[in-house]
T-cell receptor, first 112, second 111 residues
C-alpha cells in the first residue's frame, strides 16, 4: 500500500501565526491532495497538485496556500492562522485522478 | 456544486447482522465511486471501488452501482465489531480531477 506521511501529527498555533503542514509520499504518485475534515462537513478539498511545481485550488482554498517542490513533497501553508482553521488535515496521493487516493495519518491543528 | 448524499447518518446493527449503506450523487457525469472506511482517530482507507453498473463482491462486502440513478450501496454481511467505523462514499464527477466526499455513515456493530 502507498506510504504517505505527514508532519507534524499535532500542532497548536496562535491566531495570526504562520503554520506549515508537510506531506511526503514514497510511491511516485503524480497527484497529491490536501483535505480538512470537520464534523458535519466530511472531507473537503483545499488544494491539489498534478506534479512537481503545480498547485490547483480545491473547493475551499481561501486562507490556504500550497507548495509542491518535488514529486514526493506537498505542503499546506496557513499564512495567518485563524481559529476557524482548527481541524484535522489529511494529505492524500494517487497515481492519477482515476486511481484510489491513499491518505496520510492526519494532522490535528488547534488554533488558539 | 456536485454533492454526494449518504444515508443513513448513523446505523446500529447486531454482530452477525447485515449493514446496508447508501450513497447518491447529484452530478449526472459521475463515473467512478469509491467507498472508504475510517476507524475512529485514523485516516480513511479505501474499501471498495466500482465503475460499472452492477455488483461487486469482496468477502463480506458487496457494492452495487446503478449509473442511471447515480446510486451506489455498500452491504456488509456478518457484521463484526471491528466493522464499527465511519464509512465515506466518494465520487469522481464532471471535473474529472478530484473526488467529492459525502459526510459519511457512522456504523456501530453491537456484540
Amino acid at each position: 500500500e502507498a506510504a504517505v506521511t505527514q508532519s507534524p501529527r499535532n500542532k497548536v498555533a496562535v491566531t495570526g501565526g504562520k503554520v506549515t503542514l508537510s506531506c511526503n509520499q514514497t510511491n511516485n504518485h503524480n497527484n497529491m491532495y490536501w483535505y480538512r475534515q470537520d464534523t458535519g462537513h466530511g472531507l473537503r478539498l483545499i488544494h491539489y497538485s498534478y506534479g512537481a511545481g503545480s498547485t490547483e485550488k480545491g473547493d475551499i482554498p481561501d486562507g490556504y496556500k500550497a507548495s509542491r517542490p518535488s514529486q514526493e513533497n506537498f505542503s499546506l501553508i496557513l499564512e495567518l492562522a485563524t481559529p476557524s482553521q482548527t481541524s484535522v488535515y489529511f494529505c492524500a496521493s494517487g497515481a492519477t485522478a482515476q486511481d484510489t487516493q491513499y491518505f496520510g495519518p492526519g494532522t490535528r491543528l488547534l488554533v488558539l | 456544486q456536485q454533492k454526494v448524499q449518504q444515508s443513513p447518518e448513523s446505523l446500529i446493527v447486531p454482530e452477525g447482522g447485515m449493514a446496508s449503506l447508501n450513497c447518491t450523487s447529484s452530478d449526472r457525469n459521475v463515473d467512478y465511486f469509491w467507498w472508504y472506511r475510517q476507524h475512529s482517530g485514523k485516516s480513511p482507507k479505501m474499501l471498495m471501488s466500482i465503475f460499472s453498473n452492477g455488483e461487486k463482491e469482496e468477502g463480506r462486502f458487496t457494492v452495487h452501482l446503478n449509473k442511471a440513478s447515480l446510486h451506489t450501496s455498500l452491504h456488509i454481511r456478518d457484521s463484526q465489531p471491528s466493522d464499527s467505523a465511519l464509512y465515506l462514499c466518494a465520487a469522481r464527477g464532471s471535473s474529472g480531477n478530484k473526488l467529492i466526499f459525502g459526510i459519511g455513515t457512522l456504523l456501530s456493530v453491537k456484540p
